[in-house]
């Protein structure tokens, strides 16, 4: 029996009491109605897993109000491995002090979660999204723990085959609909998933340049 618990308890699948009494999250508005009136705003002191059903839906869009109160600190937003070159333009035009954006580029997905990791783990950064190419069960708890620890926004993004698997973060979103109609699934979080997706609206408020020129996609 004990050897059977042990099993269980290491389930990725499982949420335990205590993962929630170790941080109680800090909650920064979304600027999103939608959202802020069912989650409260995006946690500061949790691990985000945001899922792309497809690049180019205007999924950081969802992210760039929060972004924009939390460039006014004196910490960085550390962006760590982007899909795209990050377009200033648009970035300014949602708010975002440009001066505190930090671009870092590894060259291995080992490189991105050490990088990740420091960053969020620092306490000099405000916000870390980091876009690695592969994530392990192992990887997720080192950074929620780095996240606790920093009192920082962290965001990680994947792809929709990441929902075939469990994992061990609090947060787990998924980003679908269009850049007119944006639409956020909450697969799971702190106290329970939500049965209806969430609609964000249009991501065109963001929307400089029409090429994918922002991170990750068109903004």
């Not at 200033?88 to 930090?102: M, Q, R, S």
């Not at 420091?118 to 950064?125: M, N």
């Amino acid at each position: 029996m004990p050897a059977a618990l042990d099993t269980l308890l290491h389930n990725a699948t499982i949420w335990r009491g205590s993962e929630h009494s170790r941080a109680e999250s800090q909650i920064i508005p979304s600027g999103f109605d939608a959202f802020d009136n069912a989650l409260g705003g995006w946690p500061l002191g949790a691990l985000i897993e945001l899922i792309t059903r497809r690049e180019g839906i205007g999924e950081l869009s969802v992210l760039l109000p929060a972004l924009a109160r939390l460039s006014k600190e004196e910490r960085w937003i550390a962006l760590i491995n982007p899909t795209y070159i990050p377009y200033a333009p648009a970035l300014f035009h949602a708010g975002i002090d440009l001066a505190k954006i930090v671009v870092i580029r590894a060259s291995s997905t080992t490189d991105v979660l050490w990088s990740m990791e420091q960053a969020l783990r620092s306490g000099t950064c405000s916000a870390v999204l980091g876009w690695p190419s592969a994530m392990t069960e192992q990887a997720i708890r080192r950074l929620q723990l780095a996240t606790e620890t920093g009192r920082a926004l962290g965001v990680y993004f994947t792809q929709p085959g990441a929902i075939a698997r469990p994992a061990p973060v609090p947060y787990r979103l998924q980003i679908g609909g269009s850049i007119d109609d944006i639409r956020i699934k909450v697969l799971k979080r702190r106290g329970g998933s939500l049965t209806s997706a969430l609609h964000m609206g249009s991501a065109n408020t963001y929307l400089i340049n029409q090429k994918k020129m922002g991170v990750g996609s068109p903004l």
